[in-house]
């Protein structure tokens, strides 16, 4: 195991704006709940971290001050947020974020787990593999900067030390700034979507220590391929991380 030191970005390099981008449509409302929701969701911004200044966040989402103050006290109501005054006030994620229980019926009684079908999974899967193992591609492939090599090693170092409760998030965003490290700022959002996706297949499965361990050991293989610029091997060592996930997915789910 590669020691990992601690002079490293904490946030993990990954941009919240990539996610923060201006919303379309008649819901704006709505969607602009949806983007902070899954920012806060994917680790962009991390329990405890303080969101981008009102006037700057509704610029970013292209939204009316008011409509971003609604949103903003929707997901405050509902545990995801909370204001601070004083000198280094603002608007933060709460420190611990919220739990979702089981759903329940009109007599209170737990609502059975969502049922995946094989052309959901089929379709998160190889979308998946499509984005991802092109990421890790051309990251490896691009010249990183002094800044982007210290911001995929500490979300290696943070991902490789999480607890039970934030692996999820923080293995999300080492994914996320493997994407973002390609060079495009397209694709961020599109690997933001289908992580989603397949975080929502994960929560319906055990977490397995084992494979924690041998994820976390092919995440290392993934990030040393990238910042030694081997593009072949990046791609094959997310290949067979991905190819992991999904025999765990399509053992349990099918």
């Known amino acids: 195991m590669i020691h990992l030191g601690d002079d490293t970005d904490p946030a993990g390099g990954i941009r919240s704006e990539l996610l923060l981008r201006p919303v379309h449509g008649g819901n704006a409302f709505e969607e602009t709940v949806q983007r902070l929701l899954q920012t806060i969701r994917l680790g962009l911004i991390a329990p405890g971290e303080r969101l981008p200044a009102e006037r700057e966040l509704a610029a970013?989402?292209?939204?009316?001050?008011?409509?971003?103050?609604?949103?903003?006290?929707?997901?405050?109501?509902?545990?995801?947020?909370?204001?601070?005054?004083?000198?280094?006030?603002?608007?933060?994620?709460?420190d611990e974020l919220p739990t979702t229980g089981p759903a329940l019926d009109a007599d209170g009684e737990p609502v059975p787990p969502r049922q995946f079908s094989t052309a959901e999974l089929?379709?998160?899967?190889?979308?998946?593999?499509?984005?991802?193992?092109?990421?890790?591609?051309?990251?490896?492939?691009?010249?990183?900067?002094?800044?982007?090599?210290?911001?995929?090693?500490?979300?290696?170092?943070?991902?490789?030390?999480?607890?039970?409760?934030?692996?999820?998030?923080?293995?999300?965003?080492?994914?996320?700034?493997?994407?973002?490290?390609?060079?495009?700022n397209s694709l961020v959002p599109l690997l933001a979507e289908v992580r989603m996706r397949?975080?929502?297949?994960?929560?319906?499965?055990?977490?397995?220590?084992?494979?924690?361990?041998?994820?976390?050991?092919?995440?290392?293989?993934?990030?040393?391929?990238?910042?030694?610029g081997n593009p072949e091997a990046a791609a094959l060592a997310m290949t067979e991380h991905l190819v992991g996930t999904a025999l765990l997915l399509r053992g349990f789910l099918e």
């Open 60 to 94: 970013m989402l292209a939204v009316s001050r008011d409509t971003l103050r609604d949103a903003l006290a929707s997901l405050g109501e509902a545990g995801y947020l909370v204001s601070r005054r004083g000198r280094y006030g603002g608007t933060f994620v709460t």
């Open 122 to 184: 089929d379709d998160a899967l190889i979308l998946r593999e499509v984005l991802e193992v092109g990421a890790a591609r051309q990251a490896a492939s691009r010249p990183l900067s002094t800044a982007d090599r210290e911001a995929l090693w500490a979300s290696l170092g943070d991902c490789a030390a999480a607890t039970d409760d934030d692996y999820r998030r923080l293995d999300s965003r080492l994914h996320l700034t493997i994407g973002e490290l390609a060079g495009s």
């Open 198 to 228: 397949v975080n929502e297949l994960l929560d319906s499965i055990p977490s397995l220590g084992p494979n924690i361990a041998h994820s976390n050991r092919q995440h290392e293989q993934i990030v040393m391929a990238i910042l030694t």
